[in-house]
């Protein structure tokens, strides 16, 4: 009876682990698992962000520096609408090429300061006033900064 529990445990395990593993595992491995680079993701969505007008972008290496994510794009919308417009365009181009959609997308409502997670790479895009009062390159001063060569 015992063996016929874990067995039954095990196949929902299995199940939960294929219907949500996909969507919970947050791992620059599980990106790298699938042939997505996190530094590619990274990559894409800064270039989106300034395809969009978005100004002073940054990509954050956060690899050495942190064990909840690899990388932070960060960027500014000049008010909340171009926000809410360099979001869709992020998440477009990322999908496009990446083949990612974002686990969650945070702060949509009141578009100063929307966060969309990717896993190991965090997108974070502010209205200058938010982004001044968080500095989060400041509080990331020891990151190293990606070289960005956008179109």
Known sequence: MTDQIQET?????????????????????????????????????????????????????????????????????????????????????VFKTCGEHPFAIEGREERTWILMDYGSVLVHVFTPEQRDYYRLEKLWGDAPRLELELD
């Open 9 to 93: 445990t095990s196949v929902e395990d299995e199940v939960r682990n294929e219907e949500f593993g996909a969507s919970v595992e947050r791992s620059a491995a599980s990106l790298s698992a699938r042939g997505v680079d996190a530094r590619t993701v990274a990559t894409v969505a800064a270039q989106a962000a300034s395809d969009k007008s978005a100004q002073d972008i940054e990509v954050l290496d956060l690899t050495e520096l942190s064990d909840v994510c690899d990388f932070f794009v960060i960027a500014t919308g000049t008010n909340n609408r171009m926000v809410d417009a360099v979001i869709d365009e992020v998440e477009e181009q």
